[in-house]
């Protein structure tokens, strides 16, 4: 697998170059500005963090995840989104996200990894299998 340098998103310039690939995730997000302003209130409420890695300069593929602790798990890393731009798939550098965000799990100290994925999202199934993920539960929801 190649090695891709990840990086951290901190500043307002850094979620504005990240918007695009988040969008192809999460296309209710209409603007730049909307994606900061949700950025900012997780990152005060809950230690979200937004990871990414580069090609040519330009962010092609990108991550969210948190820490916390459950009853259900104990400590545990939950990425929350995992995307890479449709003409950068299969080159490497989600697993890249991937493989940073369990180093840094067990570095924190989390016992567990988890992450949900819609259930039309075959391909990314089968790369979460490859990557030794488990399916353990079904996570229902209601729209309220």
Do not use: N
């Amino acid at each position: 697998m190649p090695t891709f340098a990840v990086k951290e998103a901190t500043a307002d310039s850094d979620f504005r170059a990240v918007y695009p690939v988040m969008c192809e995730l999460r296309p209710h997000i209409k603007t730049p500005e909307e994606f900061i302003e949700r950025v900012k209130r997780q990152k005060a409420a809950s230690g979200w963090r937004l990871i990414y890695v580069e090609d040519v300069g330009e962010p092609v593929a990108a991550a969210s995840f948190r820490i916390s602790e459950w009853l259900a798990w104990g400590k545990a890393l939950y990425v929350d989104d995992l995307i890479a731009l449709e003409s950068h798939r299969g080159k490497g550098f989600a697993e890249a996200l991937m493989t940073w965000m369990e180093d840094h799990a067990r570095k924190e100290g989390c016992s567990e990894f988890h992450l949900d994925s819609g259930t039309f999202r075959l391909g990314a199934h089968r790369f979460y299998h490859r990557l030794k993920l488990s399916i353990t539960s079904f996570h229902f929801q209601k729209k309220l």
